[in-house]
């Protein structure tokens, strides 16, 4: 069994920065790709980033160039650094490990 716990939202002003974790408790394989979804008020969760062995890193186009995904095998934790952040990027955060899904942490943009 897996249980994923993500931390680090908050309010932050356009153009600021917060960095999510997402800790992982179980039987984690460095294998396995780890990803971070979001979801806005009204629209459908999305596929922000994924990060594969390797490791080798896939972002969406909206957030390219100013998110980073990373994680430490050792801590069983991922990471998104979020830099120049935007209005459009407010919703709730998820990471997601195979079959299993985190809580969600709210981030939310203010212009």
């Known amino acids: 069994q897996v249980q994923l716990v993500e931390s680090g939202g908050g309010l932050v002003q356009a153009g600021g920065s917060l960095r999510l974790s997402c800790a992982a408790s179980?039987?984690?394989?460095?294998?396995?790709?780890m990803r971070w979804y979001r979801q806005a008020p009204g629209k459908q969760r999305e596929l922000v980033a994924e990060?594969?062995?390797?490791?080798?890193?896939n972002y969406a186009d909206s957030v390219k160039g100013r998110f980073t995904i990373s994680r430490d095998n050792a801590k069983k934790t991922m990471y998104l650094q979020m830099n120049s952040l935007k209005p459009e990027d407010t919703a709730v955060y998820y990471c997601?490990?195979?079959?299993?899904w985190g809580q969600g942490t709210q981030v939310i943009v203010s212009s």
């Open positions: 990060i594969t062995s390797g490791p080798s890193t």
């Open positions: 997601r490990y195979l079959a299993y």
């Open positions: 179980g039987t984690i394989f460095s294998a396995n790709s």
